[in-house]
């Protein structure tokens, strides 16, 4: 049997895998804590004791695999190197030339947020579309941009970094060292942040009542914006800054739909209606052109495993 690939989602805070078949069905999966940051073990040493859960819950060897498909958080060279990823805390890191000199199979590795976009192209909201974004609001703000179903690469070795677009003049610095880049206001991470400011500053909202610093999370907002004055203010702030970036992207790529996955996207239609509502006044001949359809990822649970198999389409 040689019809199935090891695919591999790695996070900052968990690495999942599954083994997919060629028809993109998941027959089994697996997942173990992301252990890099201090450097007591390496990421290809990380992904190497998930591939062995792997073979034994699922007695299908990873040396028979048609290859295994890798999606990792920063930026990826052509060659398989980890250049910069914040989220693992790595530089420059041979990942894919570690992996072949312990197995034997192809491997291919991809930016965790280009892999996403490729399950939702294949599997996902995608399908019914050509010419597309999908964002994925997380830790940060990842994409990818789809020209005729393929992403879009203008240089060789760099995707799209729309997390990275300078939409606000406020001084919250990214992660990338630069200042108003739309993920600093707009990924989940953001939000969180936002929730956090404003409960420190308003002592009598209604979060506090189920929520302490600790505990605010992507959700909150979502759980009391209609309730609380405090939260409807940071979420109409933070659909402002989301509105923004997505009107942007609009107005330059003039695209079928733009899907949105990540944490947040888990609130379906309670993000995506306000957001639609806020873009549609906002994007240039607005009164002229049809309105590109803005709505959730499907594939968002398994995307990063999914759309590692699809690195070998
Ligand atoms: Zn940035």
Not at 77 to 93: F, I, T
Not at 237 to 252: E, F
Request: aromatic share 8%.
């Amino acid at each position: 049997m040689n019809n199935y690939y090891y695919c591999i989602d790695v996070g900052g805070t968990t690495i999942k895998g599954g083994i997919v078949d060629t028809d993109g069905i998941i027959l089994f999966s697996s997942w173990v804590k992301t252990r890099t940051f201090d450097g007591s073990i390496t990421l290809a040493e990380n992904i190497m004791s998930l591939v062995s859960n792997l073979e034994e819950t699922s007695n299908l060897p990873v040396s028979k695999a048609k290859g295994i498909g890798i999606g990792v958080p920063g930026i990826i060279s052509e060659a398989g190197v980890v250049c910069r990823s914040a989220n693992l805390n790595l530089n420059q890191y041979p990942l894919k030339a570690e992996l072949e000199k312990i197995l034997t199979i192809p491997v291919k590795i991809a930016n965790d947020a280009c892999v996403a976009g490729l399950a939702e192209n294949a599997f996902g909201a995608g399908k019914d579309f050509n010419n597309y974004l999908m964002l994925t609001l997380g830790t940060g703000i990842g994409g990818e941009i789809f020209i005729n179903n393929k992403p879009l690469r203008l240089t060789r070795c760099f995707s799209s970094e729309m997390g990275h677009m300078k939409i606000t003049d406020r001084n919250i610095r990214c992660g990338c060292g630069e200042y108003g880049c739309f993920e600093s206001v707009a990924s989940t991470i953001a939000l969180e942040r936002q929730t956090r400011e404003a409960m420190e500053k308003n002592k009598d909202s209604k979060m506090w009542e189920k929520y302490n610093l600790e505990t605010v999370n992507g959700k909150t907002i979502f759980e009391f914006k209609d309730i609380d004055k405090t939260a409807a203010t940071v979420f109409k702030n933070y659909i402002k800054y989301l509105g923004t970036g997505v009107a942007n992207l609009i107005n330059i790529l003039s695209p079928e739909a733009v899907i949105i996955g990540g944490a947040v996207s888990a609130q379906k239609d309670n993000l995506t209606t306000p957001l639609k509502e806020y873009v549609y006044s906002h994007i240039y001949t607005r009164n002229e052109r049809p309105y590109p359809e803005i709505l959730n990822a499907k594939a968002s649970g398994n995307a990063g495993i999914l759309g590692s198999k699809c690195l070998f389409d």
